[in-house]
């Protein structure tokens, strides 16, 4: 379910590499999440960063060695834009959720053809030209690393772009959440909710975690802040989500209820064959 | 070993006195997360948050001795220095573990205190007051079937409840120095043994279920590659490792390093880990040596009930149940035992040995 692997194991070469910042179909939240870098200026003295359009006028340039990519692709300039971006730089690292697991934008990918009628209505040809089915980017070209999330944490942006500058392969961690979720000592969701619990204010109903089957490594920020999973990171590499589901059925909870959730940020996966991805 | 009885109400008494002399308390308490109700130990500032009658804790107290996320050394990539994190001094005393718990902590001795000693155990291990009480079992619990239902060292103070009054055994000079100081404890009398057994008696006779522990080790081996066997319950297992992290036994750790933002410095961090992970046994060109999940549960359970039990004589598993309610798909020691357990060629109609178990397993699920 992770994206594809293009290529490890040599260091970026230039002392300083340039890098360049890309947004695909997306509403730039983490490109935003880059300037909230507590270090950004460390960060910053590590690459030569060329293009940021959120930050700068500046061009793209003909030449580059890191592409840090933001947005699902929705449109065939995207598709041509990636592939060129491919042919340049030595290293591709996807950020957020849209651009890994095609996130809120491939929501739309189930009859695209009546949601841009819905909202476009006869216009669409003119004002939504060129679309394709909302996807990852990785439908289109190999990427090297990946940042999870909705939006991104930019300390898991810094440690994997320094993983992308030292050549080393990043990490797959491929379990689900639940295991952080412990370390941190946040009370589950799923736990007993006994009736005389829930009037008094002591349990949740029906609380639809997805941490169950999502991709690991946020540190249960939602759970340990009071809010039960939402995906945002996709689903887990190992995730079972058939197991889940029996569980989600026992547990008196909608297993349909219990998709449409994961389809928040996973539709692609769920639907559009992303297993392959 | 000195044994004295106190009041309950002077309790509080040995809370001031263990506020006075260690850096930090704590115990059993109500949790300030959001999720469903649930016990942790944590630090106590006021005695009135205390529970020394919980069932049982998301976390056992392992996380003092083992800490989820050890500093073990700074780095310069550049310079190629080395410093390594000493361990951190701070005086703990957790009041109210379990004797699974104490019994956990044995077995982390035997571990981290053996061939190799780990030098963050051992300071933390050193600076540990520990003050054990006793329980009741809850449905799920199965001490009784690894022998952790008692405990007979590995505490300074323990604490049996006769109701109205505490049952006091001190094992160690602080804590005779801690209940001389502080607390207005008695000999006990006659009266007190009897009801010490008589308390006894009424524990042991409310566990409503021993797992069939008959050549367990040897049925594991010889089952080892039953796939229908494993296949059931690997089938059900989410991979996620939260059984781990409860785990007073789990000790499995990774060891990654982290870098600053400058790219130059960082810090090597020893984390918990879990053999239901897959990138667990992954090793070079991506090869896999548990590759499913029915591998990785398969041999999660084998450590606990085989491998450390051929080495050291000792399953690594105390029957605290913290795995049961941390597993949302039912995969419980219990389970396994029973699988083990099954004759396939046994008579149709021949009793399992089902019980409160499986129903608290469903019910716990949590």
Same mark, same amino acid.
């Given at each position: ?277 | ?28 308490? +109500? $949790?300030? *997360? !959001?999720?469903?109700? =649930?016990?942790?130990? &944590? ?5 009135? /948050? #205390?529970? %020394? ?83 009741? +079992? $809850?449905? *799920? !619990?199965?001490?009784? =079937?690894?022998?952790? &239902? ?5 505490? /300074? #103070?323990? %604490? ?207």
């Amino acid at each position: 379910m992770s994206a594809a692997i293009h290529n490890h194991g040599s260091s970026l070469k230039p002392a300083y590499p340039r890098a360049i910042v890309l947004s695909l179909a997306s509403d730039f939240g983490c490109q935003l999440q880059l300037s909230n870098i507590a270090d950004l200026l460390d960060v910053l003295g590590t690459i030569k960063l060329e293009y940021w359009q959120l930050m700068s006028s500046a061009v793209l340039p003909a030449d580059y060695d890191i592409a840090i990519i933001e947005g699902a692709v929705t449109t065939q300039d995207h598709i041509e834009l990636l592939q060129q971006v491919r042919t340049v730089a030595q290293t591709i690292i996807a950020i957020g959720s849209c651009a890994i697991t095609g996130g809120v934008p491939a929501l739309a990918a189930q009859d695209l053809g009546k949601h841009v009628q819905a909202v476009y209505s006869d216009d669409a040809d003119r004002v939504a030209a060129g679309r394709v089915r909302p996807a990852p980017i990785s439908n289109y070209v190999a990427v090297d690393y990946l940042v999870a999330g909705c939006p991104i944490d930019p300390r898991e942006f810094v440690t994997v772009l320094q993983g992308a500058l030292l050549g080393v392969r990043q990490r797959q961690q491929r379990e689900p959440l639940c295991a952080q979720c412990k370390t941190m000592e946040a009370p589950c969701f799923y736990s007993i909710r006994a009736a005389q619990d829930i009037a008094d204010g002591m349990a949740t109903p029906q609380a639809l975690c997805l941490g169950l089957v999502t991709r690991t490594g946020c540190g249960a920020l939602c759970i340990t802040r009071g809010r039960p999973c939402t995906g945002c990171r996709g689903i887990a590499a190992d995730a079972n989500l058939s197991s889940a589901r029996t569980f989600i059925a026992n547990e008196g909870l909608d297993v349909d209820d219990f998709d449409d959730a994961l389809r928040i940020y996973s539709s692609h996966a769920l639907d559009d064959g992303g297993e392959e991805q | 070993m000195i044994y004295k009885i106190i009041e309950k109400w002077a309790l509080e008494d040995l809370f001031e006195g263990l506020r006075a002399n260690y850096d930090e308390v704590v115990g059993p308490q +109500p $949790s300030k *997360g !959001h999720g469903g109700p =649930a016990l942790v130990f &944590d630090k106590l500032t006021n005695f009135n /948050d #205390l529970r %020394l009658d919980y069932d049982t804790t998301i976390l056992p107290p392992k996380k003092y001795f083992l800490n989820p996320d050890e500093r073990i050394l700074r780095f310069n990539r550049s310079t190629g220095d080395v410093f390594d994190t000493e361990p951190v001094q701070i005086s703990r005393a957790i009041f109210g573990m379990h004797p699974c718990d104490i019994n956990a902590l044995l077995l982390l001795d035997q571990i981290f205190l053996g061939d190799y000693v780990d030098p963050y155990y051992q300071a933390a291990r050193k600076s540990t007051f520990i003050i054990g009480t006793s329980c009741m +079992p $809850s449905p *799920g !619990h199965i001490c009784n =079937a690894f022998g952790s &239902d008692e405990v007979h060292r590995g505490f /300074d #103070l323990f %604490l049996t409840d006769l109701g109205d009054r505490y049952f006091l055994s001190c094992a160690t000079v602080p804590a005779a120095e801690l209940v001389d100081k502080y607390l207005d404890a008695r000999e006990p009398v006659a009266a007190d043994i009897s009801d010490f057994q008589a308390r006894t008696r009424q524990f042991k006779a409310a566990f409503k279920y021993l797992p069939q522990m008959d050549q367990l080790p040897l049925l594991y081996g010889a089952k080892y590659e039953d796939e229908d066997l494993w296949n059931q319950i690997g089938d059900d297992c989410l991979s996620c490792g939260a059984c781990s992290m409860v785990c007073p036994v789990c000790h499995c750790f990774d060891v990654r390093d982290k870098l600053d933002a400058n790219g130059e410095t960082g810090l090597r961090h020893r984390v918990w880990d879990s053999c239901n992970f897959s990138e667990f046994a992954e090793v070079a060109h991506d090869y896999n040596f548990r590759p499913t999940h029915t591998s990785r549960v398969r041999y999660r359970f084998f450590h606990k009930f085989v491998g450390n039990f051929t080495r050291n004589g000792k399953m690594l598993c105390v029957g605290c149940s913290r795995c049961n309610r941390a597993c949302k798909v039912g995969i419980t020691p219990a389970r396994v035992i029973r699988a083990l357990q099954e004759d396939a060629n046994a008579n149709v109609g021949a009793e399992t040995p089902d019980s409160a178990d499986t129903v608290s397993a469903k019910k716990d699920c949590a």
